[in-house]
């Protein structure tokens, strides 16, 4: 056997059994990727796919598993269910602090113990061509074209998601910014038997609501989640939905804006928004109270102390930072 | 010479190959177990009406049982199901602590701290909101609240939301319920009267 031939042996016999080994890591490894668990609150979820197409690419041997909740329910998988959870991004702020700033029985340490702020967001009106009056309605009109008799609206569960919630505060914010009290109960408070009222007691007008939320008429619907009353809008069966902005962009709808007095978008208007409160029809959760008072739209992303990936996952809470930044469709905008 | 240098050769590759596989692979997901064993035997269910009623696993089992299709969607979408489910029917668990009227309520809850409330109406299941299982919209068929203890013919697992769970449930195969009232872990129902 010649020298040259010798060495063509052997170079293709390592050719072979890298690639074989390749191909044999390569199916071990797919089983064995290391999966990280995101959960996000559900108006996440469409930037959240973006996130974790790009943090895939950037961590080959990491599958990044996205299941979104409400923002109670995203991180009561973490404080009361105990699932292993990598990152948790919700979007109020303020609940952090309230639910995981506080010690976990089972390590003696708390749940986190920090989380950054990333995006901020605006409740509008969203709607489709065939939306009745669509052609008409103006960030000046809306309450007058909504109150109409035959323009059906929809909100989703303030029992379930906090766009619900954040939906009657926006009512009941335009019955301050509009000085026409008769605005709440036509948008919403009307349509439910007996009728909701919303006292103000020290300058804070508080509505108390039932404990099953079903409106008494068509007017006004009510479906657990955003998903659903999007979809009822899309089909035509309500003309118009309080939305997030990025949510409604997300969904390519049409929408209006609001005035920032009443939209739960400007920090300076924090006090204002303050002056309103959904009372929810019972403690869903006992972890955390009924009430719920208006403040600014903050999103935010922390990383349990439990997570079983913590590098991992502080990378990819920083690349959300990080796209949060830059924004785009569908994600709620970023802080100033 | 040739076949000692391939043999080596071979050796070699053999050892990379295994080297390769076994530590440049990241760490297997290390979910850890976080339900308890599926132990069932020091759990209850307390109803509370106008009598108080307190059963183990075993006297609820040994109820009349009803079987139905069952399929959730969770607030974002997510479809749960579809299940055959087997359990007893609400209503026949509230007749003996005193029954429910109009106006009254069912409130039922779990250990985690989640309670979901149903009015008169939807206890005798209606008013709830159903879809195909394209997440459209349909009219309602006839439903039933069940407190499911069999899934698909096989013991409720604690990670389903055993012993004891809510579910929503048709004749009709394919009909989706909203996820939010199919409470897991039942350990307690009220009736609270109006």
């Known amino acids: 056997m010649t020298a040259p031939r010798t060495i063509w042996i052997l170079v293709s016999f390592f050719l072979i059994a890298l690639l074989c080994s390749t191909t044999g890591c390569s199916s071990g490894v797919q089983q064995q990727k290391t999966v990280l668990r995101v959960v996000p609150a559900g108006s996440l979820l469409q930037p959240f796919d973006e996130v974790e197409k790009a943090f895939e690419v950037q961590h080959p041997d990491v599958d990044v598993q996205v299941e979104g909740h409400g923002s109670i329910q995203a991180i009561r998988q973490v404080t009361d269910l105990h699932r292993p959870v990598d990152v948790v991004a919700v979007a109020d702020a ?6 995981m700033f506080r010690t976990d029985p089972t390590t003696g340490t708390n749940f986190t113990d920090d989380y950054t702020p990333f995006a901020t967001n605006a ?9 009745k009056y669509a052609d008409e309605i103006t960030s000046a009109n809306w309450y007058q074209v909504l109150s109409r008799t035959d323009v059906r609206v929809g909100i989703s569960n303030p029992m379930l998601d906090a766009a619900g919630y954040r939906s009657i505060m926006v009512a009941l914010l335009a019955d301050r910014y509009y000085k026409n009290t008769t605005l709440f109960p036509m948008l919403i408070g009307s349509h439910f038997a007996p009728p909701l009222s919303a006292p103000v007691t020290g300058g804070i007008a508080t509505v ?17 989640g955003s998903i659903f009353v999007l979809s009822h809008l899309e089909a035509g069966g309500i003309d118009y939905a309080f939305e997030y902005r990025s949510v409604a962009q997300g969904h390519n709808l049409r929408w209006i804006n609001l005035p920032q007095a009443i939209d739960l978008s400007s920090p300076e208007c924090a006090d204002e928004y303050g002056k309103v409160r959904v009372i929810l029809g019972f403690q869903r959760f006992s972890a955390i109270g009924q009430e719920r008072t208006g403040q600014p739209i903050v999103y935010a992303v922390t990383v349990p102390n439990t997570a079983p990936n913590r590098q991992l996952a502080q990378e990819f809470a920083d690349l959300v930072i990080e796209k949060a930044k830059i924004g785009g469709k569908g994600w709620p905008a970023p802080l100033n | 010479m040739i076949r000692a240098i391939a043999g080596i050769c071979a050796m070699l590759v053999l050892f990379c190959c295994c080297a390769g596989c076994t530590s440049t692979a990241p760490a297997a997901s290390t979910q850890p177990a976080t339900s308890p064993v599926d132990d069932f035997s020091s759990w209850n269910l307390t109803v509370n009406g106008t009598t108080r009623q307190v059963y183990s696993l075993d006297q609820i089992r040994a109820l009349p049982s009803t079987t139905g299709n069952g399929f959730a969607v969770s607030t974002v979408g997510i479809k ?14 509230l007749a003996p602590a005193g029954g429910i009227s109009p106006g009254d309520q069912a409130w039922i809850s779990a250990p985690d701290g989640y309670l979901w409330v149903f009015d008169y109406e939807q206890v005798q299941g209606k008013g709830f909101i159903t879809f195909n299982e394209d997440l459209k919209e349909i009219t309602s068929p006839p439903l039933r609240i069940l407190l499911m203890y069999e899934q698909d013919g096989k013991p409720l697992t604690y ?14 195969k394919g009909v989706v319920t909203e996820g939010s009232a199919w409470v897991k ?6 009736i609270k009267k109006k």
Do not use: H, Q
């Open chain 2, 80 to 93: 749960y199901g579809p299940y055959t489910c087997t359990g007893v029917l609400l209503t026949d668990l």
């Open chain 1, 94 to 99: 303020s609940l952090i602090p309230d639910l």
């Open chain 1, 123 to 131: 409740m509008v009106i969203a709607f489709t061509n065939t939306s």
């Open chain 1, 208 to 224: 108390t609501l039932p404990e099953v939320l079903r409106p008494s008429d068509e007017k006004l619907v009510i479906r657990d």
């Open chain 2, 185 to 190: 872990w039942v350990d307690k129902i009220e």
């Open chain 2, 159 to 172: 990670d389903d939301g055993g012993p004891l769970r809510v579910a929503i449930i048709s004749d009709e």
